[in-house]
């Protein structure tokens, strides 16, 4: 069983910056890949990022690449989202995810879900 907290939401300007943390229980975290996902109201959750086991493989969806980073320590049993330039589209509910599968990009292949932390940007 893996349990995960998100942490970091909260309000900004567009065009500001902040950081999500998940904190994550249990042994299999470092074999785990890693994910975020988010769904604004009245949409469905849409992959953000993914990052492999060890960390080296990320991949990104294409409305956040190249303003988003998701990076994990392993001895901390952390993973993180950088979100940098922020826009008002980016208002959703952020989840954290974690999987057995290599770097999921669907909620289908997730098996592990945080409670999610809500991150608002203003125009």
């Known amino acids: 069983q893996v349990q995960l907290v998100e942490s970091g939401g909260g309000l900004v300007q567009e065009g500001g910056s902040l950081r999500l943390s998940c904190a994550a229980s249990g042994r299999t975290f470092s074999s785990n890949s890693m994910a975020w996902f988010r769904q604004a109201s009245g949409k469905e959750r849409e992959f953000v990022a993914n990052?492999?086991?060890?960390?080296?493989?990320?991949d990104y969806a294409a409305s956040v690449k190249g303003r988003f980073t998701i990076s994990r320590d392993n001895a901390k049993n952390t993973v993180y989202l950088q979100m940098n330039s922020l826009k008002p589209e980016d208002t959703a509910v952020y989840y954290c995810?974690?999987?057995?599968?290599?770097?999921?990009?669907?909620?289908?292949?997730?098996?592990?879900w945080g409670q999610g932390t809500q991150v608002t940007v203003s125009s």
């Open positions: 995810a974690a999987s057995v599968y290599y770097r999921p990009s669907t909620s289908g292949l997730i098996n592990y």
């Open positions: 990052i492999s086991p060890s960390g080296v493989t990320t």
